[in-house]
């Protein structure tokens, strides 16, 4: 079965650094790429970028480009995203997804549970 | 980047009724459109991708229809569980981009 689980729930202050991860399992995890969304509070959902887990090649929405890192660990089986310094509009719902195996299209079939990160002094 | 225009935003629909939901693209996007689901709390989860095939487990009752710009998603006879928010995402380019939702509630 096919898994994705993140890590919990978080509360920082702003400037506050934060790593959040992602496990896969169920599946070979360097053939999939993985994706991260995020969701504000009553919104919609946002892509903020995406990674093959095989070879590390990272691509980024413009809008989060510098705002934040995605990365992985193929030997954990784990993606990461990563902000250097949070800001109180960085709360919010976090998703990671896999890309189907279909690699002529950007479809995301599986999600993980989500991560809530609150910021606020 | 593509814009994605869903509507209506939210509609009242009664256990049975026809729903139609409706998204447009900016651009030309061929099939590349998904649709998803998303109740309250949870995770979204595909349910139509390629415009109009079902993803794996999802009933029947839902489809997708639709080329270049103009998409729609059908659920033929609503019920209970299909009270939910429904997203709309191009699948053709990234950045990859979704519409802004349809939640459809119990009239």
């Known amino acids: 079965e096919v898994q994705l689980v993140q890590s919990g729930a978080e509360v920082k202050k702003p400037g506050e650094s934060l790593k959040i991860s992602c496990k896969g399992s169920?599946?070979?995890?360097?053939?999939?790429?993985i994706a991260w969304v995020r969701q504000m509070p009553g919104k919609g959902l946002e892509w903020m970028g995406i990674i093959n887990p095989g070879d590390s090649d990272t691509r980024y929405s413009p809008s989060f480009q510098g705002q934040v890192a995605i990365s992985a660990d193929k030997s954990i089986t784990t993606a990461y995203l990563q902000w250097s310094s949070l800001k109180a509009s960085d709360y919010g719902m976090y998703y990671c997804?896999?890309?189907?195996?279909?690699?002529?299209?950007?479809?995301?079939?599986?999600w993980g549970q989500g991560t809530l990160v609150t910021v606020s002094s | 980047d593509i814009q994605m225009t869903q509507s209506p935003s939210s509609l009242s629909a009664s256990v049975g009724d026809r729903v139609t939901i409706t998204c447009r693209a900016s651009q030309y996007l061929t099939r590349y459109l998904n649709w998803y689901q998303q109740k309250p709390g949870k995770a979204p989860k595909l349910l139509i991708y390629s415009a109009s095939s079902l993803q794996s487990g999802v009933p029947s009752r839902f489809s997708g229809s639709g080329s270049g710009t103009d998409f729609t998603l059908t659920i033929s006879s609503l019920q209970p569980e299909d009270f939910a928010t429904y997203y709309c995402q191009q699948s053709y380019i990234n950045p990859l981009t979704f519409g802004g939702g349809t939640k459809v509630e119990i009239k």
């Open positions: 169920g599946y070979r995890f360097t053939t999939y790429w």
């Open positions: 997804a896999r890309r189907s195996s279909d690699v002529s299209t950007w479809t995301l079939d599986y």
